[in-house]
């Protein structure tokens, strides 16, 4: 089962994004540092595709840093886009905000010309985290839209520098299968929309691989790699506790516990995707979906 999680009510947020994005001089996008491209959300890039972008790797404090650095170095080397990591431990996230967004919109600044900066970023990522610690006392809430139930945030950072959080959410769309685990691994994806089991089993099959000595340590097994996830999942169950009755081990808290030891960063700092990786799941997904297209196409002829 490929997790499918795309709610509707996306209109608000595109309509909120469109609006905005006139005025704006600069898009952050905030994005889960242990999961960069699975975090960003494609109908952004689609709405504020001129614009220059700041990547935001949130939560880098539970990040693997050196593929931090990968992808830091992966979003640098595109025009018109800068990174920076960034945890809830930075006490004055505004200053690097802010130094980075005047190196891509060095036209800006003074009170004539003053910087308007756009958050965006998909739920967990850390936005109301780092929107709290950047408002501090300074937060000043404007706009009274008919239709906008939530009102858009304006908070001033500096005397000629204004940050936009719009009204809405934006959820992440889930192109390739892949993403969809990561995201829900993460804690990005509600309960309800995935199967902890399955979820698990993804991770463990990844961590197997990428991050062997992490999960022998936590869970004290020999040999990881080469054990087949279910067994993996079983033995790990095992070796915690995970038990029901006749001895068995329950495969749901096993899976729980697995995901529970990732997110609270238990097993270390892991990143679930690297550059690489990620380009090559999204290559793979489009061809899919190109396929499907052709074979559609196929069914209805258009007509003569
Ligand atoms: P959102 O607005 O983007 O939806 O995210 P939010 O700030 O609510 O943060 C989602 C979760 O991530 C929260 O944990 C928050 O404490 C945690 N978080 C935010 N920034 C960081 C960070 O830089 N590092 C780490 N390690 N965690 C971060 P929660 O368990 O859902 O809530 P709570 O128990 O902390 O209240």
Known sequence: MAIQWFPGHMHLTRKAITERIKDTDVVIELLDARLPGSSANP?????????????????????????T??????????????????????????????????????????????????????????KSTLINTLT????????????????????????????????????PRIIVAKSGYNLAASGAVGRNAFNEEEVALELLDYLKQQYASQLEERYKLENVASMQDEVLLSAIG????????????????????????????????????????????????????AERQAKKKKRQPEKA
């Open 136 to 171: 501090g006392k300074k937060a000043a809430k404007t706009g009274d839209e008919a239709g906008i139930t939530k009102l858009e945030q304006r908070i001033t950072l500096a005397s000629d520098f204004y940050l936009y959080d719009t009204p809405g959410v934006l959820w």
């Open 43 to 67: 109908m952004l890039a689609e709405l504020t595709q001129a614009k220059p972008a700041l990547k935001v790797l949130n939560k880098q404090d539970l990040a693997d840093p050196a593929r």
């Open 69 to 126: 650095e990968l992808w830091l170095a992966h979003y640098n080397s595109q025009p018109g886009t800068r990174a920076i990591g960034l945890d809830a431990s930075e006490t004055t996230p505004a200053k690097r905000l802010i130094a980075a967004c005047h190196e891509l919109a060095p036209h800006r600044g003074g009170m004539a010309k003053p910087m308007r900066v756009l958050i965006c970023g998909i739920p967990n990522v850390g």
């Open 238 to 289: 095992r070796k915690r506790g995970a038990l029901q009755g006749g001895n068995r081990v329950n495969l749901q808290k096993a899976a729980e516990i697995v995901i529970y030891d990732f997110r609270a960063a238990i097993l270390g700092r892991i990143t679930l995707e690297t550059p690489g990786e990620f380009g090559q799941w999204m290559a793979a997904g489009q061809l899919v979906d």
